[in-house]
């Protein structure tokens, strides 16, 4: 991953919740979304068995920059938005959701959500990182 930002998994019985923190813009759409499952002031913070896999999965899929992502137990991942769907914000950014493949330092990576840079100041490149002023 660009930027160094790494991925860490937090397995419950049904579903496994992924995590890049480099990634995340804060929207809080998870923690406003399940506070039982993701609270920050907890260690750890993802509790994937406070809500069932099917709601914890709906909220996942809220996270717009893809700093969440989710794996069910019996194999079933995140399936993309259809038709993808690109939106820019007054500044620059651009929201991606769908079935992607997006262009990193380390080779193209699928996607399904993700929040780009416009500006071209992230440090995260091509993802935006709120560093410049695409981001604020």
């Known amino acids: 991953m660009s930027?160094?930002?790494?991925?860490?998994?937090?397995?419950?019985?049904?579903i496994t919740v992924?995590?890049?923190?480099?990634r995340c813009l804060h929207a809080a759409e998870c923690v406003?979304?399940?506070?039982?499952?993701?609270?920050?002031?907890?260690r750890?913070?993802?509790r994937p068995d406070g809500a069932t896999a099917d709601r914890l999965a709906e909220v996942v899929r809220r996270c717009p920059s893809g700093a969440l992502q989710y794996r069910l137990a019996e194999g079933g991942a995140e399936?993309?938005?259809?038709?993808?769907r690109i939106t820019?914000?007054?500044?620059?950014?651009?929201?991606?959701?769908?079935?992607?493949?997006?262009?990193t330092q380390e080779g193209p990576r699928a996607e399904t959500?993700?929040?780009?840079?416009?500006?071209?100041?992230?440090?995260?490149?091509?993802?935006?990182?709120?560093?410049?002023?695409?981001?604020?």
Not at 18 to 22: P, Q, Y
Not at 32 to 42: C, I, K, M, Q, Y
Not at 79 to 84: A, G, L
């Open 18 to 22: 992924t995590f890049e923190a480099g």
């Open 88 to 103: 820019r914000s007054s500044t620059g950014q651009l929201t991606v959701r769908g079935e992607l493949s997006v262009d």
């Open 79 to 84: 399936r993309p938005d259809r038709p993808t």
């Open 113 to 136: 959500r993700v929040v780009l840079c416009g500006c071209g100041q992230s440090r995260l490149q091509p993802y935006c990182d709120h560093a410049g002023p695409c981001g604020q």
């Open 3 to 14: 930027g160094g930002s790494e991925k860490k998994a937090y397995e419950g019985q049904s």
């Open 32 to 42: 406003h979304g399940l506070p039982e499952v993701f609270d920050t002031a907890r």
């Open 44 to 46: 750890p913070w993802i």
